[in-house]
Antibody
Framework: QVQLQESGPGLVKPSGTLSLTCAVS?????????WSWVRQPPGKGLEWIGE???????NYNPSLKSRVTISVDKSKNQFSLKLSSVTAADTAVYYC??????????????????WGQGTLVTVSS | SSELTQDPAVSVALGQTVRITCQGD??????ASWYQQKPGQAPVLVIY???NRPSGIPDRFSGSSSGNTASLTITGAQAEDEADYYC????????????FGGGTKLTVL
């Protein structure tokens, strides 16, 4: 059973950098999966931030791309998120998640089968 | 703004059948995945692929797709199914972006 656990500061000052780590247990981060960060502002919907493969390849949400860096540490079986120049609009519960996916000749699917429990990050002075 | 469109709220009488829909161009290439989220909890995957349920998900949950619309059907809704439901897929335009619908709040009456 794969488990993901987010960790990091729960309070970040405006204009600062939000840093979170997701520790993966019960499975290898070097498996054939992408690993994502997803956030959810209070009372709102889910927003995908970005993803990383164990090779270090990344994809980011275009709306956040200029401020986001996702990295992987295979030796520690974990991946990390950095979001710079934060404002109150970045206040949210941040989740890490494992993606599953498959493409046939005619169609594809992609989804997140394992999620961390989420961590609330508040941006405030 | 989300590029997958969901109705904000849907209600269903206890024991009846309800369909929650998700529309978007990416769904012509990708099957939607569906998540259930209860207050204070992380989302839980309930449907992925053509109509696959992860282990532990009741068989009253099913998925279907036609054109640019994906549907999650709950047959015989239970009180514990009251939750927010989100669809997601990948953007099919080639930019590798993951997209979520805005969510549907399901009320079981």
């Amino acid at each position: 059973q794969v488990q993901l656990q987010e960790s990091g500061p729960g309070l970040v000052k405006p204009s600062g950098t939000l840093s979170l780590t997701c520790a993966v247990s019960g499975g290898s981060i070097s498996s054939s999966n992408w690993w994502s960060w997803v956030r959810q502002p209070p009372g709102k919907g889910l927003e995908w931030i970005g993803e990383i493969y164990h090779s270090g390849s990344t994809n980011y949400n275009p709306s956040l791309k200029s401020r986001v860096t996702i990295s992987v540490d295979k030796s520690k079986n974990q991946f990390s998120l950095k979001l710079s120049s934060v404002t109150a609009a970045d206040t949210a519960v941040y989740y890490c998640a494992r993606e599953i996916g498959y493409c046939s000749s005619t169609s594809c699917y992609a989804g997140f089968d394992y999620w961390g429990q989420g961590t609330l990050v508040t941006v405030s002075s | 703004s989300s590029e997958l469109t969901q109705d904000p709220a849907v209600s269903v009488a206890l024991g009846q059948t309800v369909r929650i829909t998700c529309q978007g161009d990416s769904l012509r290439s990708y099957y939607a995945s569906w998540y259930q989220q209860k207050p204070g909890q992380a989302p839980v995957l309930v449907i992925y692929g053509k109509n696959n349920r992860p282990s532990g998900i009741p068989d009253r949950f099913s998925g279907s797709s036609s054109g640019n619309t994906a549907s999650l059907t709950i047959t015989g809704a239970q009180a514990e199914d009251e939750a927010d439901y989100y669809c997601n897929s990948r953007d099919s335009s080639g930019n590798h972006r993951v997209v979520f619908g805005g969510g549907t709040k399901l009320t079981v009456l």
